[in-house]
C-alpha cells in the first residue's frame, strides 16, 4: 500500500507541500458552481511517497480533462487536519468528496458529516469500516493478499518452512485483507509453519524494523521466510536479515512495486512485490467522482461488505499483479518507475540481465 519513488517523490512532495502552504487548493477546469466540486483528501506523505507522485497527478490529469472544478489536499498523517480539510472543502462548495482514510475512524465521522450536508463519498483505496460511503474504489485487496502469499510459496517451494508475517497498520482495513488473503494461501501449505505475526503500527518502517529483529531474536534466526505487508515494512525485515548474514537467503514479500523494493529485487533480497497500477485506480475514481458530481449512475463492478456497517458498498475493484524478478520490466514499461531511476550505478547490470534494455 506504500512507499517509494525518492527522487522523483521529494520534488513531488516539496510541491505538494507548497502548495498547501498556499492553501493546497488545486482548482481547475472550467466547471462552474452550480456544477459543484470535487474534494479529495490524501492521508499523509510518510507512509508513502505514492500520493504525490502519482495519484494527485493522476487525478489532476481526469479531472482536467473533463473539465470540472476540483481541490486535492493531503492530510499529512493528522486525523484532525483530516477533518479539517473536509470542513473547508464542503464550505467552498463541494458537493462529492473522494477520501483515503488514515483510519476508519476519523473517516466515518467525515462521512456522515458530509452526508448531513448532502454531500456525496468515495472511499479510495481503503474502506472506512462503520462509515456511510456511497461508493468504494480499490484493487480487490483480498487479492493483493493472495498474491503476496503465492508470491511468498514461489519462493520458498514446498520446503519446510518457518514464516513470520509482519502485517500492515491495525487501523487500516486493507492490512486485514491483505493478512487474510495471504493466510488463505499460506494456511494450505501443510510444510509451513506460522512462528510469529504482528501488526505494524502506522505502517512505521522503524517500528517494522524493531518488531522483526524481536521476532528474529526469539526464533534463534530459524525464520525461513518473511510475509511482509509492503516493500518498506519488507525493507525493514532485509535490514534485519542483513544484520545476521540471511539476506537473501530469506525471501520477503513486499507490496506497491517501489523503487526500493524493485532494487531489492533486482539484489535478490527481495522475494517479489504486488504492483498496482496506480493510474488505473486514480482513473477509476476519477470516472466516479466525475459521474457523482454531474448526477449520473456511475458504473461499479460489484459490492464490498462493510461488516461494521451492516452494508455492502457499491465498489469498483481492480486487479493487482504479482511482481518478480522476471517481469520487474513490467513496472518500468508502464511509466510507474523511471528506468533512470531504478537501473543506476550498480543496477544498470542487474537491470540488463532483468531485460530492462
Known amino acids: 500500500m506504500r512507499k517509494g519513488i525518492l527522487g522523483f517523490a521529494a520534488v513531488s512532495v516539496a510541491a505538494a507541500l507548497s502548495l498547501t502552504a498556499c492553501g493546497g487548493d488545486d482548482d481547475g477546469g472550467s466547471g462552474g458552481d452550480k456544477q459543484g466540486k470535487i474534494g479529495v483528501i490524501l492521508p499523509d506523505t510518510a507512509s508513502s511517497d505514492r500520493y504525490e507522485s502519482f495519484d494527485r497527478p493522476y487525478l489532476e490529469q481526469a479531472f482536467k480533462a473533463a473539465g470540472v472544478q476540483y481541490d486535492i489536499q493531503n492530510a499529512e498523517g ?122 505494524v503500527p502506522e505502517w512505521d518502517n522503524q517500528r517494522a524494523a524493531t518488531i522483526f529483529e524481536q521476532m528474529w531474536t526469539q526464533q534463534g534466526g530459524k525464520i525461513d521466510g518473511v510475509l511482509a505487508a509492503n516493500d518498506g515494512v519488507g525493507n525493514s525485515a532485509i535490514s534485519i536479515l542483513k544484520k545476521n548474514g540471511a539476506a537473501g537467503k530469506v525471501p520477503v514479500t513486499g507490496q506497491d512495486a517501489t523503487l526500493q523494493g524493485l532494487q531489492n529485487i533486482l539484489d535478490g533480497n527481495q522475494c517479489m512485490t504486488v504492483y498496482k497500477p496506480i493510474k488505473q485506480e486514480a482513473d477509476a475514481a476519477a470516472k466516479l467522482a466525475i459521474a457523482v458530481l454531474k448526477g449520473e449512475k456511475p458504473e461499479t463492478t460489484g459490492t464490498v461488505n462493510d461488516p461494521e456497517g451492516k452494508r455492502d458498498v457499491p465498489s469498483v475493484l481492480l486487479a493487482p499483479i504479482g511482481v518478480f524478478k522476471e517481469n520487474v520490466k513490467q513496472v518500468v514499461d508502464d511509466g510507474f518507475v523511471k528506468k533512470d531511476d531504478l537501473c543506476k550505478g550498480d543496477y544498470a547490470a542487474k537491470c540488463k540481465a532483468a531485460g530492462i534494455e
Open 78 to 199: 493528522s486525523t484532525q487536519r483530516f477533518q479539517t480539510i473536509a470542513d473547508q472543502m464542503i464550505t467552498n462548495g463541494a458537493t462529492v468528496l473522494v477520501l483515503d482514510g488514515i483510519d476508519s475512524n476519523s473517516a466515518a465521522a467525515v462521512q456522515r458529516k458530509a452526508q448531513a450536508g448532502g454531500v456525496k463519498t468515495i472511499d479510495y483505496d481503503r474502506l472506512a469500516l462503520g462509515g456511510v460511503s456511497d461508493y468504494y474504489v480499490s484493487f480487490d485487496n483480498a487479492k493483493v493478499g493472495e498474491e503476496l502469499g503465492k508470491g511468498l510459496q514461489k519462493c520458498l517451494g514446498d520446503k519446510n518452512a518457518n514464516i513470520a508475517y509482519l502485517n500492515g497498520a491495525p487501523t487500516d482495513n486493507n492490512a486485514t485483507l491483505f493478512a487474510q488473503g495471504a493466510h488463505s494461501v499460506l494456511d494450505k501449505v501443510t510444510t509451513y509453519k506460522k512462528v510469529a505475526e504482528q501488526a
